[in-house]
């Protein structure tokens, strides 16, 4: 079945696929030439890859642009694609059917061919074994770990020094920081050890930047198996955790934690949920069985039920509000009411109201970002405790009516000092290096080092761990590559001399801080339904404590 395809042509020599179809490998694999080897190779490396429509009330945005080097691109449809770096062999070596190595001028430095990429659509026990959970506070903590962000050269970077490029677009961490790594042989150009930051990038060249990863803690609650089936997997997802690994989120993702503790792996997941949002959350164990499933969401055959709590006295009347929404920040993820957005349609009816707040039923007929919070706020009736739709950075009136007395930039900018105060832009999907001068200040004083500093740290760097060797992860397209997490006892990982997160004292969220009121009640399709017990904040007998 034709599934459409997007090729977007790189300027400096290569093809990129970002939606994949049968029949375009097998149309442009009978072509032959070079340009049909190179597309069909491609498509065959990308055999895994799907991409899911974000046919859900309350999925994330995925479009948030570039981001820098320290932290993984948010995954798309959590189905991740494989980057075989390092294990196709020589690309130098001679004989019948191998590449040979591309000779440059007398003294030009040589750009190895990129490598192939290998199919891949899931995580494996190596990627498991990179680090282990602990709970602590009702919270579920993952041990710091070792871990290699790795990316092609960019377009735009080439002809520029890595000084250059670390400067203007991963300002994650200081000059003075990436001088210190490098030192410490924690940067890697074309797997070569990189010694000076000035060197200048060519097309093809190939950046691994090994980090000391740390994941913000989730609720430690469970998550519960609702249904099982040789087709798929449903769960009750908790609140605060997100589905794929996306931002500084990796190892506590419900894909990690179903292959860490139910040995449930190779799954596609078929909606998403925001990582506040908890409920039902359907993965399909097979490829197939995916794509039928997005039939019935393309068709429309899809019927999806949530419940929230939301301020005030909700209108008894069933309530359908068809404001058109709009991308304020694809990276910040906010949306408002405007009628420049995309049509959308909810229908609202409430349950219950116990004086001060309502219990809302919810059934999203679109599938925009955040529709069901942002269509609530619209209304005047926000859920309770959104941190973002319920926030004083809205104005005196929190958005209702679509009447907000500022600018997009000086909302956004509210609303990141407002996190950044409460030390919860996670909420946001941020982190301090994501911070530019015009949103906020960047890292915490507290977290900063001289550059005298850093050089002792690299030597010391270099004594304790050498190189280290950590699982990889692609920036564009948060590709999965092979590889072994590091070989370093626990103790080693969990501090590193290099780390600014080592050096900051963080004060644990509340387990009850983590939790949204907006679940995910119930999924019907033909021939399927799947519900989820009410929440807890949902019973008519509750009170806000």
């Known amino acids: 079945m034709w599934l459409g395809c997007w090729l977007r042509f790189r300027v400096l020599g290569h093809w990129r696929l970002d939606f994949w179809s049968p029949r375009l490998a097998r149309t442009w694999s009978g072509c032959g030439g070079p340009m049909a080897e190179t597309l069909s190779t491609r498509v065959e490396a990308a055999g895994g890859l799907r991409c899911l429509a974000q046919e859900n009330g309350e999925a994330g945005g995925d479009a948030r642009g570039e981001r820098l080097l320290e932290r993984p691109e948010p995954a798309g449809p959590g189905v991740e694609q494989a980057l075989g770096v390092g294990e196709q062999g020589s690309a130098s070596a001679s004989g019948p059917g191998k590449r040979k190595k591309r000779r440059g001028a007398t003294g030009e430095r040589v750009v190895p061919p990129p490598k192939k990429r290998r199919a891949g659509v899931s995580f494996g026990d190596e990627h498991f074994a990179e680090t282990s959970y602990y709970f602590e506070g009702g919270l579920r903590k993952v041990r710091p770990y070792y871990f290699d962000f790795r990316t092609y050269c960019k377009g735009r970077w080439v002809g520029h020094s890595l000084l250059h490029v670390f400067s203007t677009e991963f300002r994650a961490q200081t000059l003075a920081y990436y001088e210190a790594a490098a030192r410490a042989g924690r940067l890697h150009l074309n797997e070569e050890p990189v010694q000076d930051l000035s060197i200048v990038l060519k097309d093809n060249d190939f950046l691994r930047n090994t980090v000391h990863r740390h994941e913000p803690p989730v609720m430690a609650e469970p998550i519960r198996l609702l249904a099982e089936n040789e087709d798929v997997v449903v769960v009750d997802k908790p609140s605060s955790i997100p589905v794929h690994p996306c931002g500084r ?245 969990e501090t590193d001399p290099l780390c600014a997160e080592c050096r900051l004292v963080r004060q644990d969220p509340l387990p009850q801080d983590l939790v949204m009121f907006l679940h995910a009640l119930r999924y019907k399709g033909p021939g399927f339904e799947y519900c989820s017990p009410m929440p807890a904040w949902a019973h008519d007998d509750w009170q806000e404590n």
């Open 249 to 493: 989120f990796r190892h506590n993702t419900v894909i990690f934690i179903l292959g860490k503790e139910h040995q449930l792996k190779e799954l596609h997941p078929l909606h998403r949920l925001d990582r506040l949002t908890s409920g039902v959350l359907m993965f399909a164990k097979t490829a197939e069985v995916s794509e039928k499933i997005h039939e019935h969401v393309r068709d429309r055959q899809l019927e999806k039920e949530y419940v929230c709590r939301v301020e005030g006295e909700f209108p008894i009347e069933e309530v359908t509000c068809k404001e058109p929404i709009l991308v304020v920040s694809y990276k910040v993820g906010v949306c408002r009411v405007d009628p420049q957005g995309k049509p959308c349609e909810t229908v609202f009816q409430r349950l219950s109201y116990n004086g001060h707040s309502s219990v809302v039923q919810c059934r999203p007929l679109t599938g925009r970002t955040h529709q069901i919070r942002v269509h609530l706020q619209f209304l005047g009736h926000p859920i309770l405790n959104d941190p973002i739709y319920n926030s004083v950075a809205w104005g005196p009136s929190r958005g209702r009516g679509g009447h907000i007395p500022k600018t997009d930039e000086e909302l956004l900018r509210d609303l990141v000092a407002e996190h950044q105060a409460k030390q919860s832009l996670d909420v946001l999907n941020l982190c301090e290096g994501d911070l530019s001068p015009g949103l906020t200040d960047s890292m915490a004083p507290s977290s900063e080092l001289s550059k005298d500093s850093l050089e002792e740290l690299a030597t010391t760097a270099q004594k304790t761990d050498g190189v280290v060797e950590a699982a990889p992860q692609d920036l564009d397209t948060m590709a999965l590559a092979q590889g072994t997490a590091a070989e370093t006892d626990v103790i080693n990982q």
